[in-house]
């Protein structure tokens, strides 16, 4: 199939062009996917995208217009596309439902040490030949008591991980599952999951239910000087509810490798332009704020699996194989 893949990296090419097997044809453009950049997609059979693509509705009736009849997503989160849309004009979505939970998992508690710790004080402190410990007073994880808000994929690995540090893990899903409770969480209602952490961490994918599930209600519950940290959607957190209480120190610390209007920034090299999200700016005025850019999935074995999941979404696709296909449905 010749195949359109948009916001390509040099990483997506060198880990795309490394399989050298794979019968498809890929034509690597920079763009983000939008209506107005679908056009790109003319001549192809698919289209390979990413988290900031936006495939909404009129993106889709677009890229209907050019012959496109899949719709690879390189990512396991879907939040991005009008999966009744699609279904409307015949566009198959299909996704990378995992690829390391351990890259996300890894990279959470990374923000909740370098947080805790303030590595990233210490860092440029010592690089200003400046030693000295005020303001970095950190405090035992063990013994804490975490919160974990969804226990999929991520959520159980993220929870070994801080079982493994001796915590307290107390958990939440409306969808509870065996695996978390052997990795070491007890369920709990949310109410007492606010209530109880010292430390808080989404791993829910981003839907109608838990759009701003951080909210100023929901951060009222929570411990004063609780840490939160989001590797999952930005729109899970109400940014502006959350700097009220980063203002007042009701929130202690914030770990985001997500944030609500990250399309407009992440993945890109802006250092030359203004910054205009005044929310953001914001953001980065807090010493106890910890922001990385959508980084949590970047290791080699996450981008290997990515490729090769997508890869075979795509053979699956051509041979109508649809029991290999990770298709996404719209709810039923
Ligand atoms: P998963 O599908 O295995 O697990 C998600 C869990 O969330 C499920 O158990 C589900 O029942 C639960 N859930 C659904 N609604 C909920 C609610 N209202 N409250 C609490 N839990 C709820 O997904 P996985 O692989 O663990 O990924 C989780 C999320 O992580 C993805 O949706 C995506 O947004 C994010 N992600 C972020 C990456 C990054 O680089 N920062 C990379 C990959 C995923």
Request: hydrophobic letters at 40%; glycine letters at 6%.
């Amino acid at each position: 199939m010749k195949v359109a893949v948009f916001s390509s990296k040099p990483y997506d090419i060198r880990f795309f062009t490394q399989v050298t097997q794979s019968q498809h044809q890929f034509t690597f453009l920079e763009p983000h996917l939008n209506a107005q950049t679908a056009t790109l997609s003319q001549g192809h059979d698919a289209v390979c995208c990413f988290v900031n693509d936006s495939v909404d509705r009129p993106t889709l009736e677009q890229l209907h217009k050019q012959g496109i009849s899949l719709v690879a997503l390189r990512c396991a989160g879907f939040n991005n596309v009008d999966l009744p849309a699609a279904v409307e004009l015949g566009i198959t979505v299909a996704r990378v439902p995992e690829y390391s939970p351990f890259a996300v998992a890894e990279h959470a508690v990374a923000l909740i040490l370098g947080l805790n710790r303030n590595s990233h004080r210490a860092y440029n402190r010592v690089r200003e030949n400046d030693y000295s410990l005020h303001g970095l007073l950190g405090f035992d994880v063990h013994g804490k008591t975490v919160g974990v808000i969804g226990t999929g994929k991520i959520g159980q690995a993220f929870i070994r991980i801080m079982h493994g540090f001796g915590c307290r893990v107390i958990c939440y899903d409306p969808y509870p599952s065996d695996a978390a409770v052997t990795a070491g969480a007890e369920y709990v209602e949310l109410d007492e999951l606010w209530a109880h952490s010292d430390i808080i961490s989404l791993h829910c994918p981003l839907v109608a239910s838990t759009r701003h599930i951080i909210n100023k209600d929901t951060l009222a519950k929570m411990k004063h000087g609780v840490m939160v940290i989001n590797t999952s959607r930005g729109a899970l957190i109400n940014t502006s509810d959350v700097i009220t209480s980063l203002k007042t120190g009701a929130v202690g610390y914030l770990g985001l490798d997500v944030y609500e209007e990250e399309a407009d920034l992440f993945f890109e090299d802006n250092s030359d332009d203004i910054l205009r999200d005044d929310v953001f700016a914001r953001l980065l005025t807090f010493r106890n704020v910890l922001i990385t850019g959508h980084q949590a999935f970047f290791t080699k074995e996450a981008l290997q699996a990515i490729t090769a999941v997508t890869l075979a979404n795509l053979d699956a696709f051509e041979r109508s194989d649809l029991s290999a296909l990770h298709q996404v449905l719209p709810p039923a």
